[in-house]
């Protein structure tokens, strides 16, 4: 009997420490008036959720009391990992998303054009993590970039027609158009 409720309890912890899923269903594209690149290729550049740091017992519990919980300063520069899926959902690549624990720029990565599925880290309101399915659109010359950190606004005027947004109302990148 104890070893049965301990392992309910097992699975219990299991299911409370995974992140949730979730899927969004309109595709980020290339900005309506970016840049473009004289090359047959497109560009992915994906700003997934800040890697979280390493920290000594003593300097976690002297943040927790500091930023009252919020634990900003847990959060390094760098951003989590992710991985490419063709448009059925086979997995095409996996992405380290830096170079190293102090590189706050994520990697640019070059695609053939079409549409692609991005499984990554994202950051929502609160720091609460998920894992999101979010569809891109990689056009020729193009750069998409998908921005799942938190709180980018686009610096154009824009309506809410125009741009992608997470579950929580964050935008996580322009519509694509295609």
Request: charge should be negative; aromatic fraction near 8%; hydrophobic fraction near 35%.
């Amino acid at each position: 009997m104890a070893s049965i409720i301990a392992a309910s309890g097992l699975v219990w912890l299991a299911g409370c420490a995974s992140t949730p899923n979730v899927a969004i269903r309109e595709p980020v594209g290339p900005a309506p008036s970016g840049p473009e690149k004289a090359s047959g290729q497109g560009y992915l550049e994906v700003y997934s959720a800040r890697q979280k740091e390493p920290l000594a017992e003593n300097l976690r519990e002297w943040q927790w009391e500091y930023d009252m919980g919020d634990n900003a300063l847990a959060y390094g520069l760098a951003h989590t990992s992710y991985i490419i899926r063709t448009e059925n959902g086979s997995v095409l690549r996996y992405v380290p998303n830096s170079r190293n624990p102090t590189d706050s720029q994520p990697t640019v990565v070059t695609l053939p054009p079409g549409r692609y599925q991005v499984e990554a880290q994202a950051e929502e309101a609160g720091r609460q993590m998920v894992t999101v399915l979010l569809p891109v659109l990689i056009e020729p010359g193009k750069t998409t970039v998908a921005h799942l950190s938190g709180h980018w606004k686009p610096k154009v005027q824009f309506s809410d027609s125009d741009v992608v947004r997470l579950p929580d109302g964050q935008i996580a990148g322009w519509l694509a158009r295609q």
